[in-house]
């Protein structure tokens, strides 16, 4: 078989290509009527029109002009005046031109992309205009409703006091809402710059939560954080920030957007209250202090009376001025984190023997548990001791505290690449996966049937957590409803 292609294909086959095209109509050159000399199955299908209503007429006669969305730059006539006189092709990538419907006896709205390539005669003029749309209606609606979307969003924002931006991570475009540049402390049509608003960050802030909470978001995909700003008179003020990272198909990061919220007066009123609980905490621990000497000194005179409704009255009252006074080095402990003023004394220990103390004291305290901890080789950590010990503390009250009576209670310290790893498992009522999420949240607190008799103010987690990051470790829970809990943390050893 020959493969040169012949000079001239005859004219029944050419009709049938042509027919069997996409969307594509071919017009005469005879302006202004522009007659119709072959139109393609598909433009007939989406014009809603047949191949004898067109053939041989002039476009504007099988399409004429909507005069309700009549355009000069889009009209047909215009158009194909334009392609004789230039010679040139022309494309028109958005137009309505509405069509109808005869299933249903109406008028439908359509949008249209077309282009319109000049074929020139021998003389090299324009002799007829190959005119192929392409129906872009769903497109141009789905882009309305987004439009509509993001304009409520817009909206909804805006009632919320809420500013929006977004950071392209190609070429660092910044786009920011007129909301965005008051709660930086700017008239509403200044325009800044992201180099200028990174500026207005708190240096320490900026460093250690902005920067960190960046990287972060690149990987995880989101980002939430609170951060203080200076505005441009000089006066302090908190904002909160939180959006998502959206990726390309190659799951490249690519765009960063996000909203901003003021969030200075709650702040304020939030030092108000911690410096309150300060106070107040500090104010109490003199008084207990002094009590719990005079207990002790009650304990060792009475001693020898060898009268048990004393002795056991003297030891239930310790144990309730320590539960009060553990309550009270909380709160000032989460005063001073809140504060940013939490201080931790360093120093090498075995944590293993510090375990094994904090269990003996739990035992004398809460005699009915079993709680087992096989005596592992010496393990030391450079760490604050007393803060650890609160964290052991904590946890190992928690799993009394949720469990049954009797019931055992497992815990296990090992290295584990470089990390020293403790694990504290109960047999108790469990955490639903949802409070789990949340449980170190300060002021969380599980609400349940179970629970409502259980006391706690829902900080000694919170306390947990905080000293374990400050040591750059890792704290958690794994639990299962009715089947227990296993908390843990780790902490990273000494070279």
Not at 382 to 403: G, P, R, T
């Amino acid at each position: 078989m020959s493969s040169e292609m012949p000079s001239a294909l005859p004219e029944n086959i050419f009709q049938l290509i042509f027919e069997k095209s996409p969307g594509s109509l071919l017009v005469k050159a005879d302006l202004p009527k522009f007659t119709i000399l072959a139109a393609s199955d598909a433009y007939l299908k989406v014009t809603s029109t047949t191949r004898e209503s067109v053939l041989g007429k002039g476009f504007s006669e099988v399409f004429p002009e909507d005069n309700t969305v009549f355009n000069v730059e889009t009209n047909a006539r215009n158009i194909f005046t334009k392609v004789i006189k230039t010679r040139l092709k022309v494309d028109v990538p958005n137009y309505r031109f509405d069509v109808y419907n005869p299933d249903k006896k109406i008028c439908e709205i359509h949008y249209w992309s077309c282009s319109n390539t000049p074929i020139l005669d021998d003389n090299n003029e324009v002799a007829y205009i190959l005119n192929t749309v392409i129906d872009i209606t769903e497109e141009v609606k789905a882009k309305e409703v987004a439009i509509e979307s993001e304009s409520r969003l817009r909206l909804a924002a805006e009632a919320a006091a809420l500013g929006t931006w977004d950071l392209n991570l190609n070429d660092q475009t910044f786009i920011c809402s007129p909301r965005f540049v008051e709660i930086f402390g700017h008239h509403p049509e200044t325009v800044v710059k992201l180099a200028d608003i990174s500026q207005q960050v708190n240096a320490d802030d900026l460093q250690n939560i902005v920067i960190k909470a960046y990287n972060e978001a690149l990987i995880t995909g989101k980002y939430l954080y609170e951060v203080r700003v200076y505005w441009p008179d000089g006066s302090l003020h908190w904002i909160k920030i939180q959006g998502i990272v959206l990726y390309d198909e190659e799951k490249k990061p690519i765009t960063m957007l996000g909203t901003i919220l003021d969030i200075t007066e709650s702040k304020r009123d939030e030092i108000r209250k911690n410096d309150f609980i300060a106070i107040a905490s500090h104010e109490l621990k003199t008084p207990l202090t002094s009590i719990k000497a005079y207990i002790q000194l009650l304990s060792r005179k009475l001693s020898s009376l060898d009268d048990s409704f004393i002795n056991n009255a003297l030891l239930k009252t310790s144990y309730q001025i320590n539960k009060m006074s553990d309550l009270v080095y909380r709160f000032l402990d989460l005063s001073k984190i809140e504060a940013d003023k939490l201080q931790l004394k360093i120093e090498s220990f075995d944590i293993n023997k510090l375990i094994y103390d904090v269990i003996a004291e739990a035992d004398l305290v809460n005699p009915g548990n079993r709680i087992l901890f096989a005596q592992q080789d010496v393990i030391v950590v450079h760490a604050d001791k007393e803060k650890i010990e609160q964290v052991i503390s904590n946890l190992l009250n928690n799993a009394i505290k949720y469990s049954d009576k009797g019931s055992i209670i497992n815990v296990q310290s090992q290295k584990i690449d470089g990390n020293v790893h403790v694990t504290i498992n109960d047999k108790g009522i469990g955490i639903k996966p949802k409070d789990q999420e949340k449980l170190f949240q300060r002021f969380y607190r599980v609400e349940s049937e179970k629970m409502k008799n259980i006391s706690g103010f829902g900080i000694g987690l919170y306390l947990a957590s905080e000293i374990i990051q400050r040591h750059n470790g890792q704290i958690g829970v794994e639990s299962k409803e009715e089947q227990g809990s296993t908390f843990y943390f780790s902490l990273p050893l000494p070279d």
